[in-house]
């Protein structure tokens, strides 16, 4: 289960892409999110959101919150709602937002990375975002057609370039071990 304030963060950044995209469905939303925590990772060595996500056959995709939003947890109650609606061919799972965006969850560089995602992606639909993920090069296409590791986890490390690994695991690292001082 993931920790509180990335629970947080989960539930504000889906209603996020709720209230500031269009034909906001499952494929979509975990197409966001993928982007939202490997753009931060690869900028900052730590993820936004704490998923995990695995390389399926339309993209990356967070198991978790895939199983989740089968039976959600009651957090989601008064902040999204989930469901079926029909389309011309046959069902969407739409996502709503059910209360306002809060933004104190965020930092400045968290925020930005949300808002340049809603803005390029406003009104993509569930295949343009499966082929934007499947782009050579980027971590599912490694992961999935390169390596042919299907349905495996995709690590997060595969987001930032070589030539800046060791400095960006670096920082993570010893913002990592702050936390933990912190936290005794």
């Known amino acids: 289960m993931l920790i509180d304030h990335e629970r947080e963060k989960l539930i504000e950044a889906v209603k996020f892409f709720a209230q500031n995209t269009r034909k906001l469905g499952k494929t979509k939303l975990f197409k966001l999110l993928y982007f939202l925590d490997f753009t931060h990772f690869r ?3 730590r993820p936004v ?3 995990e996500y695995f390389a399926w ?4 995709v967070p198991t978790d ?3 989740e ?3 959600p947890e009651q957090d989601w109650e008064g902040n999204c709602s989930f469901e079926f609606i029909p ?3 046959g069902q969407m799972f739409r996502v709503e937002a059910l209360s306002k965006f809060d933004p104190s969850h965020f930092s400045k560089r ?3 990375i949300m808002q340049s995602l809603a803005d390029q992606f406003k009104n993509s639909d569930a295949e343009q975002m499966v082929e934007e993920t499947h782009l050579e090069n980027l971590p599912w296409h490694q992961i999935y057609e390169v390596q042919g590791r299907k349905q495996q986890k995709i690590p997060y490390r595969m987001a930032v370039r070589r030539q800046e690994e060791d400095a960006v ?3 993570a690292a010893d913002r990592a071990e702050m936390v933990a001082t912190l936290r005794k």
Request: glycine fraction near 16%; aromatic fraction near 4%; proline fraction near 8%.
């Open 65 to 67: 919150l895939f199983e």
């Open 49 to 51: 959101t704490g998923l």
């Open 57 to 60: 056959p339309m993209g990356p």
């Open 43 to 45: 900028d900052t060595g």
């Open 110 to 112: 968290e925020l930005r």
């Open 169 to 171: 695991m670096g920082h």
């Open 87 to 89: 389309i011309a061919k």
């Open 69 to 71: 939003l089968k039976s």
